[in-house]
């Protein structure tokens, strides 16, 4: 009998010592998420050659390659930097040809006429508008024969009321200006978003792995206990029937092992999808789980998110756009009053009247006053309930701003603290089994009893595990809030 008791111990002792093993090498630390800065590492073979190893770094690495969002709003840029291009080239000279090469024939005389007419003109950034012309002519008919003329003509405009001043001639390009800020803005928006999406979706399926493994841990140590009975049950320390208990332990872990299998596949095949991938692409997650203490001062974040964060800076920029439209819609009710001057010459040339030169030049004001149109006075109301509007949601998008970051430093720390929490609830469950288990060798305690703690270790294992990828997905997203998500990661956009 005691020889007996003695192979009962023993099988025991081997048993708590490979669960003990193997849970510590679980437990080792790793690379914290944040080590992703910097050059991303490339993409490797594992020692298994069914599959291929992947780190967050080369995760990001491949979402900013070859995610969609990022590449059709790389698309997107290559317009609307044309329109930038567009609107800044307002005062530039622009060149016009016009000519005409025309064979005709009139009651009198078959007779072949020629064209040409370039005409330059110029805006400036005060409003004024500068044309300059040359017109040239021929005509050979059969009985007329060749006449020719040619002249030029220059005419200056500057407003005085309606148009006038760099700040309206130049309104249109200031919202142009300040509309590739928006865009810029949103580009550095659906970059950060990305990142922050392949960053959750491949923690995702780190911690789907992990539970993977404590899965499989507790339904080997379910089996081990399985042995540990049928040896207690040969020596006669237990009744056959209590191993029915382990048993079903045992039905019970397999069944749970297959459903975190199946959330392992569909954890890998949602970061295939991010990362644009192959979803026959045999993906492990390697990147270590380790949290570091985060602490964060509310004032000083809410400082960096009012410098940075892409959603408020854009709403900043769409008030003050609204502004400039409401100074043109003010200026479009004045009257149109202008000073005009001018200058033409013209030559004259003919076979029967010889040749001929005139000339003449012009100033004065020019002056339009509308009268009973209310489609200026429209746009003006237009244009103060948008700039009102925009006050309002300035104001709310600040507030939204500062909710979101006095939740995300709050989360931050309350997500740490459970971390803790998690961390010794699974410590204190893991001894408690142990102890457990030491009782069951010596007849002090039952199977059901140990299934019971057990089933509580499990649950802390994966409370520990949720609260360390909730931890470390918490700081992702106070990077989104604050903006900060590409500093973060040392990325810079390539526009």
Request: charged share 20%; aromatic share 4%; with cysteine.
């Amino acid at each position: 009998m005691c020889r007996l008791h003695a192979i009962v111990a023993a099988l025991l002792a081997a048993a708590l010592l490979i669960t003990s093993e193997r849970a510590a090498a679980r437990t080792a630390p790793m690379q914290a998420g944040r080590q992703g800065q910097g050059a991303p590492a490339a993409t490797g073979k594992s020692l298994n050659a069914s599959t291929i190893d992947l780190t967050l770094s080369d995760a990001i690495y491949l979402g900013l390659r070859e995610n969609r969002a990022i590449r059709s709003a790389y698309l997107d840029r290559v317009a609307q930097k044309f329109d930038l291009r567009v609107a800044e080239d307002r005062f530039t000279p622009k060149l016009t040809l016009r000519g005409s090469y025309l064979s005709l024939r009139n009651q009198a005389d078959p007779y072949r006429q020629g064209t040409l007419a370039p005409t330059a003109s110029l805006q400036t950034p005060y409003g004024s508008r500068v044309s300059l012309g040359w017109n040239y002519s021929h005509m050979r008919a059969s009985e007329g024969g060749l006449s020719r003329n040619d002249g030029a003509n220059i005419a200056v405009i500057q407003p005085l009321l309606r148009g006038a001043g760099k700040d309206i001639a130049m309104a249109p390009v200031r919202l142009a200006r300040l509309n590739e800020l928006i865009n810029r803005l949103n580009l550095k928006l659906i970059v950060a978003q990305t990142i922050t999406q392949v960053v959750v979706s491949y923690r995702a399926l780190l911690q789907a792995q992990g539970q993977l493994a404590i899965a499989q841990e507790s339904l080997e140590r379910a089996r081990q206990l399985v042995d540990v009975n049928r040896a207690m049950i040969a020596a006669g320390r237990m009744a056959e029937f209590e191993i029915v208990q382990t048993e079903a332990e045992v039905a019970t872990q397999e069944l749970a092992y297959e459903d975190t299998r199946n959330q392992v596949e569909s954890a890998r095949l949602a970061l295939l999808q991010l990362l644009t991938l192959n979803l026959n692409t045999p993906i492990v997650a390697t990147e270590a789980l380790q949290a570091q203490r985060l602490d964060v001062n509310a004032v000083e974040a809410l400082r960096q998110a009012e410098a940075s964060q892409p959603a408020y800076l854009t709403q900043i920029i769409a008030s003050e756009q609204a502004t400039v439209n409401l100074a043109v819609a003010r200026n479009d009710r004045l009257w149109n009053v202008s000073l005009v001057g001018g200058a033409s010459q013209a030559r004259e040339r003919s076979a029967l009247s010889g040749a001929s030169r005139n000339w003449e030049n012009y100033v004065g004001l020019q002056v339009e006053i509308p009268i009973g149109d209310l489609s200026t006075r429209q746009t003006e109301v237009q244009a103060e309930v948008n700039v009102r509007g925009q006050e309002l949601q300035l104001a709310e998008a600040r507030q939204q701003l500062e909710r979101d970051v006095v939740n995300a430093v709050r989360d931050i720390g309350t997500r740490w603290r459970q971390y803790e929490i998690s961390q010794r609830a699974r410590d204190l469950s893991r001894r408690k089994l142990e102890i457990e288990r030491e009782k069951l060798t010596v007849g002090r305690s039952s199977n059901f009893q140990v299934l019971s703690f057990e089933n509580d270790l499990r649950n802390a294992e994966n409370a520990r595990l949720n609260a360390l990828v909730s931890y470390l997905n918490a700081q992702a997203e106070l990077d989104q809030k604050l903006g900060t998500t590409l500093q973060s990661w040392d990325i810079v956009l390539n526009d």
